[in-house]
């Protein structure tokens, strides 16, 4: 099994319409959506739901007021501004959950032992299936932390399928950026595809995302969208990746197919005439020399 990964040095790049579309040309693929902040996959895959878990990735802090004697060590030692006073009630105080950090120091200090220091639920996983294969995705609830943690869970599910029913590939939708998300995206995996897009702020995204893969010694594959709309930028992207040592697997151009696509909830390459489609299908023929061999 081939785990490929499609990142971009920041949103909007088009990484999760290269990924629906790439589903739709590997076959029966394993997918994976790790950009569990804002997920989408779903929104062009249109998965129908199997498994649906909590995910627990931390804890909190929580009062327990018949415990409390309202002494203050707990907002003493608070780095977070996360403890009041609750004026509601005798002298006491209590936890904004917002604002808590899950440090547990003030569980630790008090007293009285009358904070607890709880798991918490910070959103959910889905395990689905999709007319390209099955898929797997959460939801980071908001203002939830550790989605470091549950995109390896998501990963780890999404292998667990690929493995026991023999599937070829493992196409991962990961996060923009260069974070703890992608981190946990890109660790261990087969081949990383970057998504740029001919624009200064692209060039230099690029750049960070592609030292993140070479610290991990993973084979970096550029795919340059929107190709056409600065000719000139483009070919300077693909010239500095070149020197760099990165695969260039090819351009799409700016077409108003894939926008048609999104609004009818289907890949574009399922729309096989649209000039994206034809770009996309050479993008995935060219990678798997690579991918396949590797």
Known sequence: MKEIV???GKGGTGKTSLVASLAVLAGESVLADCDVDAADLHLVLQPEIQ???????????????????????????????????DEGRP????????????????SHFCP?????????????????????GPMVHARL???????????SLVRSEAKKIAEQKGYRYLLVDGPPGIGCPVIASVTGADAVVVV???????????????????????PVYLCVNKFDINPGLGEAIERRA?????TLVGRIHYDLAVTAAQMRGVPVTAMEEARAAKDIRAVWNKLLTHVDTN
């Not at 070149?242 to 990165?246: L, N, P, T, V, Y």
Request: proline content about 5%; aromatic content about 8%.
């Open 51 to 85: 498994k649906s878990e909590d995910f627990t990735g931390g804890k909190k802090a929580a009062v327990s007021p018949d415990k409390c004697s309202g002494c203050g060590r707990c907002h003493e030692v608070c780095r977070f501004g996360a403890i009041t006073r």
């Open 91 to 106: 002298p006491a105080f209590a936890v904004d959950p917002v604002a808590c950090e899950g440090c547990g120091v003030c």
């Open 242 to 246: 070149r020197s760099a040592g990165i």
């Open 112 to 132: 009285e032992k009358a904070i607890r220091f709880e798991p918490v639920v910070d959103g959910r996983w889905f395990a689905a299936v999709t007319p390209y």
């Open 6 to 8: 499609v990142v971009s």
């Open 196 to 218: 740029t897009e001919p624009t200064v702020a692209g060039e230099n995204d690029l750049e960070r995302v592609v030292a993140l893969a070479g610290h991990f010694q993973i």
């Open 141 to 151: 609830e908001i203002a939830a932390e550790n989605s470091g943690k549950l995109v």
